[in-house]
């Protein structure tokens, strides 16, 4: 019978039913860090379980890590505290750690694909929720809770439910100036921040079929910001030529034989959906979150709604009617694991190239994770965004949640390239966040105000204010 | 683990409204700075409760000492959506919430609740807002969420509730920690794992 992708790695991985009617489902890859698998790890210790299958744990320290000065032990004190108890847990057990040290420390869902670890066919999970990132590969990756990752440690498995699959189609081609961040936050808006529940989603369409890996995984990282817990992009030959001789990939004949069965996961061309949604790409624009959830958004260009939620409004201070655009901007952040990578940071560094960062504003480039910030510097892209009065840091979450020392005071106002514009997400309870692609961040940035990309690139009439 | 049934919740209820309360809301991130789960609910709705205080219209519920006592919390719609920290549901279990009436919830969250042994168990719309007013105007109202007869009793009315069968009966058979139940019979998980080919080798 034909089936979707979902559905064979689910099928592939299935143990058995469960009394509760829930499937035992084998985890392929886990990756922990440091903020939510410590307790997990007492959860175990106080059990007396070992870890089931060590070498399919993979750790990294991403949510607290300074940016700035690295060197141990951290000034902060509890950041030192959450890292060590990590690595205590890691030689305890015998997981591999990914640490500062290692040259490939960063971003959980940054170094997973990177280092080829995330592949085809997978069932991945990670107690953070946009671990739905690595569904670009035609993985199967969903966040957990710490009660679960201590089910994985212990056991390699998952007490879950099956989704139901809704494949969204984006046809056409989206125009200059449109990036992949604006088709994620389209969807959201379309389909509402709780549109997802109860759903993986599959994307498709001749728009993500042309996206770079990296455009992929911005996508798929914000399905859950849709309530989708997992997203995917059937694999095709740009997955397996990106997978191609990363560390952890399968190498020469394997690599073959890898391919063969990656490319027999992909869904049917005839398989049911139980849900689909077309998309114009031709429709999008850039866009911009107004709110204070990532659904609510408008295009550069268009006014905040009529029907705005007044809570949102109240805490943003903006008003119904109101343009984005011409909205002042305190801080500039581009980073995450949505816009984190190398394809990222070029592309805000050809906009910023012979600019400056207005005055008033804060900006800093967080790469995504050492390997980027190493591959960044060796193609110059840290002097463009140091000359033009960018912070350039280390790798680390840093501003997209401000568990490190990097976060909005008071109620300023930020433009960022994460994923979260919740009330208090960038550390001020307070502070405003306003999200969209790191292009647009960037030429909000030079400009000290929200600006339409495709104007700031055409004219670079508003540089230099 | 010792197995405890959960068939019934009873006490005093804490009113929450509000659609999409995140659970970067619930327990904001700054928080999360701790390798332990300890102390948590002192920081339950922190930002949401100081921002209610400077509004001066109304004190949030979380911080007004008539609702200390409550064992069921009453939400809206996609209650606990976004990041998946199990820290939001443990700040509230440990604040002595047992269970949580509400229109709909993020699906991590409801996981993430359930192997705590917290029931999140939904009710229609109409329901919910009538035992949000109830919780409002008469805090020391009892209610019931009763698993087995799947209704949520309060004052002198009941109506019902719904809850997806195995998280039901994980609840009604003390199996919500889910540890045990995937320990058992570990040799399909070996073979399973055998046939998956980035396993065996390729
Ligand atoms: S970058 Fe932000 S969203 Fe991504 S894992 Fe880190 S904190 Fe979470």
Redesign the interface.
Known sequence: MPSTLFQKVWD?????R?????T?L?I?LHLIHE??S??AF?MLRA?G?RV??PE?TIGTVD??VPTKNQRRPFIDL??E??LS?LERNCREYGVQLLDLQSGQQGIVHVIGPELGLT?P??TIAC???H?STHGAFGAIA???????V??VL????????PLKVRRIEVRGRPGAGVYAKDVILTIIRRLG??GG??YAYEYGGETIDRMSMDERMTICNMS??G?A?VGYVNPDQKTYDYLQARRFA?HGD?FE??VR?WSSLASDPDAAYDDRVVIDAAEIKPTVTWGI?PGESVSVDEAIPADADS?ALAFMGVARGQRVSGTPIDVAFIGSCTNGRLSDLREAARLVRGHHVASHVKALVVPGSQSVRAAAEREGLDRVFTDAGFEWRGAGCSMC???NDDRLEGTQVCASSSN?N????Q?S??GRTLLMSPAMVAAAAIAGEIVDVRQFSATEAVVGR | MAVERIQRVSGTALPVRGDNIDTDRIIPARFLRSVSFEGLETHLFEDDCREAAARESNSHPAANPIFAPATVMIVNRNFGCGSSREHAPQAIRRRGIRAIVGESYSEIFFGNATALGMPCVSAAPDVVSALLDLAETMPSTEFVVDLQSMTVTAGDSTRPIALPAPARDAFLTGTWDATGLLLSDFDEVYAVAERLPYISGW
């Open positions: 592939a991985h299935s143990v058995r469960l009394p509760t009617g829930q035992q084998f392929g903020v939510t410590p307790q007492d059990r379980d089931a299958f399919r949510h607290i509890k950041a505290e959450m108890s592949q066919g997978m107690g953070d929720s671990t969903f966040g957990i809770g710490t009660s679960q201590r089910d212990a056991s390699q498995c998952l007490a879950i439910e921040v709780n529940v109860g859950i910001e309530g817990r399968p394997a034989r890898a069965w959830n809570e949640l401000a568990m979260r919740f009330k208090g997400r550390g309870p307070t």
